[in-house]
Structure formats: C-alpha cells, structure tokens
C-alpha cells in the first residue's frame, strides 16, 4: 500500500539501528547501496517484529519499503536490495560517525561537474532560457558542493579524532595499538581522503591542461564583472565560493596532524622493523646451535651474528678498567644533595641576551596564512588615517594571530598597499624598526590618510 513518505520517514528513525546496521555492511563492502535481502529479514524479524505497534511492523516489511521508493530491487533472483540515496543520506547525516568519506573519484567528477556548468553559462545570452536553467544547475550544484564539503569535514575530523586517541593509548605504551597497522591507518586515511578534499577546496590549487574548482569558479566571477558587469551575480557567486572554501582551514588543520602522527610513526615502524630483522637474525643463528651436544650450543662474542651490533663493544674492557665515580655515604649523602639543591635553587642565573636577526626579504608565507591575513586586513576601514602603516599591521597581526611573526607583516604590507591607495612617507624621512624578539625589520615610516571616496 502506498504510504506518505513522513509515516516512512517516521518509522525509519524510530528503528535506526537497524539501518544503520545496512550503512555498515554498505561501507564494509564496495560502496554501492546493496545490501542482502537476507540480512534485513533477519533484522526484520529479530528487532522490528519486537516493536509492540503493529503498524511498524506493516510500514517497514520489504514489500512496503519497496513499493513506497525506500528499496529498490534490481533483480529478485540476485537476492540483492538497494536502499534509495535519499534514506542512504538521511542515515549518514543523523550518524555522522558512519558518514562516508569523499575519495579522490568522486572530487574528480565533482570537479568536471563545476567546470562544464561555469562554461554552460558562458555560452548563453542573459536573458534567455538556456541561461536560466544553466544558472539554475550551477547555483544547485553549488549548494549539494558546499552540504557535501561540510559534512565531509565532519567525517574526517571524527576519523582524525579517532586516530588521535588510538595514537594516544599507543603513546602511552598500549601495547594493543600496533605501530604497522595504525601506521597503515594514518596513510590510508592521509592520502585517500584528506589529502583529496584539501587540493579541491584549495584557493591556489592549479591543474595542467584544465580547471580546478576555484579556477572555473574565479572565471565566471571574471566574466560577470569584465564581460557582463553583472557586479552583484559577481559578488553572490563569490560568496558561494568562500562559504565553500572557508573549510580549506579546517581541512589544513587534519592534514597537519596526520602528518605529524604519520611522521613519529614512521620513525617507530622504522625501528619496529629493525628490531624485528634483528631478532629474526639472531634467532636463525641459534638455530645451527641447536644439535643436541654439549660443547658449542652457546652463540659468543665472535659470532656472525654480532658482526653489525656494536652498542656493547668494549663494555668488559670499561668494566674492568675504571672503578665506580660516585662514592655514596648511607648518612652523608642525602643532606649533601639537599643543601646542594638549596644553593641552586637559591642562586639567580643571568639570562644572555639574544641577538635580534634581521628578516630576510623574501619570505615564505602559506596559502591557509596568506587567506586568514587578507581577512584581517579586509576588515579595515578605509576612511581612518594611519601615521605608521608597518606599526599598525605589526599590531592588528599579532594581536590576531596566535603564533605571529614578523615575516607575516611583510605579506600583510603586499596586501594592505594595492587595495588602499595613498599611503606615502612621511617627511622628514623617519627609519624605523620592529622585531617579534627573533628578528628585526627596519623600514622607512609610510603613512595613509584615509580615502573618502565613499564617505
């Protein structure tokens, strides 16, 4: 019988453990929405049968599910059922712990998606039709982007969360992480999803012989303004654009410690894996040694096996030859180290003075940085004046930045001077200097008196 689909949607939550259980074995499998019709039955009649309303029991049997949408047989013989995307996505957004991460693929298709609908719109007169259902696909696949990125975004960082307390226990010397397969874990989870999503939504991200989703983005913004001089359809669509891209920080931060776990972990497995080879060497040696007489059944100091070991070579010969340096007295010795930590704890040390460095004038600065320092900028009102523009930037920077440094004044100063026009020097020529305690950057004192323009 046909149901509205708010009773099904209804009943489909009250039992969501038991579609959540069809999520899993979907994610543990190829990806596609199947699932065997064997296992809902058992799941069916194990868990829904139980519901004391019967009305359940009549709106989620598989002959109900299947003739109001939820379920869709392919082919009965293959005893094979496949759950509807809509239910498929309903179930990942009310778990995000089982939302399915965005590989690689589905960016690239993504990516084609976004490029031909930008070159669609190109191609048409504003006023007609065909433009406004080619703005229409646009503005809808921005919008399923931007849903998309977001709760991607969600599922890696409870991934990323979850590998940071597995790192954790095994930090502290849990012996059941094992170093190779949370190694493996990291890496798989580094390259297959985070590290795709990071170059799709990055602003700077360039592609050989095609466009990038910023590129195509950035292009019809471009044709608005210099082609149309459609300012504000510019202006909405860049909009659109950073409310996607603002997530490129959150992504940064993931790829940052996966990197940083990725790292100490390699150098572990390294060891791991060293220390294994060793033992596995030494025990082959033994094995000769195992001939069941009673002379030569001991590996000694000139075995092959020692050949690549040296950590204890010469400790016999140091032994013997040096006597013990620190002589303890059972009643003496402990109020001689109390009143020696009492001297040093009593004595005042000098700090040195540290020598200031002057800051290189090219200076590397990263995307992510560069972004969030344009934004602090942007919020500047032009029609204040400024007698010290380096002064200024110095402060606003480092009061907004929590690991500022001086290089960071430098890009803020590349930004600041193209966009607000009118900043000279001062005369008389003044020099000056400013340092975040590591380095120094002397500059000529350049002053901005305001714009207004629009005052």
């Known amino acids: 019988m046909k149901l509205n689909r708010d009773v099904l949607i209804h009943a489909i939550i009250k039992h969501q453990n038991v579609f959540l259980r069809l999520l899993d074995h979907i994610a543990l499998n190829d990806g ?43 082919d009965p013989n293959t005893g094979q059922i496949t759950l509807e995307r809509v239910i498929v996505d309903l179930l990942s957004f009310l778990d995000v712990k089982r939302a399915r991460e965005l590989d690689h693929a589905e960016f690239e298709n993504i990516r084609v998606a976004i490029v031909a609908a930008c070159e669609q719109i190109k191609k048409y007169e504003i006023s007609s039709i065909d433009y406004k259902e080619a703005k229409g696909t646009f503005n809808r696949l921005m919008s399923d982007i931007h849903s998309k990125i977001k709760e991607n975004v969600l ?20 012996n059941a992480v094992n170093v190779i397969e949370l190694y493996n874990k990291v890496s798989k989870l580094y390259s297959r999803y985070v590290m795709p999503c990071y170059d799709f939504i990055n602003p700077s991200m360039e592609m050989a012989q095609t466009q990038s989703f910023s590129m195509a983005v950035d292009g019809l913004i471009s044709h608005y303004k210099s082609e149309l001089n ?11 654009k950073k409310a996607i891209t603002s997530y490129y920080k959150d992504i940064g931060v993931l790829v940052r410690k996966l990197d940083q776990y990725s790292n100490h972990l390699s150098q572990d497995r390294s060891f791991y894996l060293s220390i294994e080879s060793a033992f596995s060497h030494l025990m082959e040696s033994i094995e000769p040694l195992r001939h069941g007489l009673k002379r030569n059944i001991y590996l000694t100091s000139k ?8 950590a204890l070579d010469g400790l016999t010969r140091l032994k013997s030859k040096f006597k013990p340096k620190l002589q303890w007295h059972a009643n003496k010795t402990r109020l001689r180290f109390k009143e020696y930590l009492l001297t040093v704890n009593e004595t005042s ?8 460095k002057p800051l290189a004038v090219e200076c590397n600065v990263s995307d992510e940085r560069k972004q969030v320092i344009s934004f602090i900028i942007d919020k500047f009102d032009e029609t204040k004046s400024l007698p010290d523009v380096h002064q200024f930037l110095y402060s606003e920077l480092s009061k907004a930045l929590s690991d500022f ?10 930004v600041f001077l193209p ?23 002397e500059y000529v004192q350049l002053s901005y008196s305001g714009s207004t323009e629009n005052v």
């Open 230 to 240: 459609l300012y504000d359809e510019a202006t909405l669509v860049q909009f659109r």
């Open 419 to 441: 966009f607000y026009s009118g900043a000279e020097r001062s005369f008389p020529i003044k020099k000056k200097q400013i340092n975040d305690e590591i380095h120094y950057l």
């Open 303 to 310: 075995s092959e096996v020692f050949n690549n070991h040296t």
């Open 155 to 174: 599922a890696l960082t409870h991934q990323v969360d979850s590998i940071a307390l597995e790192y954790k226990s095994y930090d502290q010397g849990d």
């Open 405 to 414: 440094e001086l290089s960071d004044v430098l890009y803020g100063l590349e």
């Open 349 to 356: 040390f000098k700090k040195k003075d540290r020598q200031l």
């Open 32 to 74: 596609a929405n199947e699932v065997p019709e064997s296992l809902y039955l058992q799941l069916y009649n194990n868990v829904i049968c139980k519901d004391s309303d019967e009305k359940v029991h009549s709106y989620l049997s598989i002959e109900s599910l299947s003739e109001n949408g939820v379920f869709i047989h392919n």
